[in-house]
């Protein structure tokens, strides 16, 4: 069974830092794309940071570029994402998404063979 958890979500001040995790089992992990989405209700799906564990490398928004690091630790087939000076703008419902797809290709096209249930952030001002 393909399983994508989150962790790490919750209130954070503007400014501060927040990491965020997910646990992936059930898929080979090496062979897919892992991705933060995230949604803010009543609006559409913004594809975050990508990680591609075939060659490392990062792909990331213009919203979070120098703000967000996402980064994996294959042993524990874990993604993470780092966020640095938060925003208002960064309150959301952040989800976990695998892709067999490159990461440009899922960021333009959201579509992902898995996601997990997501994890909460709120921004304080």
């Known amino acids: 069974e393909v399983q994508l958890v989150e962790s790490g979500g919750g209130l954070v001040q503007a400014g501060g830092s927040l990491t965020l995790s997910c646990a992936a089992s059930?898929?080979?992990?090496?062979?897919?794309?892992v991705a933060w989405v995230r949604q803010v209700p009543g609006k559409e799906r913004e594809g975050v940071a990508c990680f591609s564990a075939t060659d490392g490398s990062t792909y990331y928004a213009d919203s979070v570029k120098g703000r967000f690091t996402i980064s994996s630790d294959g042993a524990k087939n874990t993604v993470y994402l780092l966020m640095n000076n938060v925003n208002v703008e960064d309150a959301a419902d952040y989800y976990c998404?695998?892709?067999?797809?490159?990461?440009?290709?899922?960021?333009?096209?959201?579509?992902?063979?898995?996601w997990g249930r997501g994890t909460q952030v709120t921004v304080s001002s």
């Open positions: 998404a695998a892709s067999a797809m490159h990461c440009v290709v899922v960021f333009t096209t959201s579509q992902y063979d898995y």
């Open positions: 059930g898929f080979t992990f090496d062979a897919y794309v």
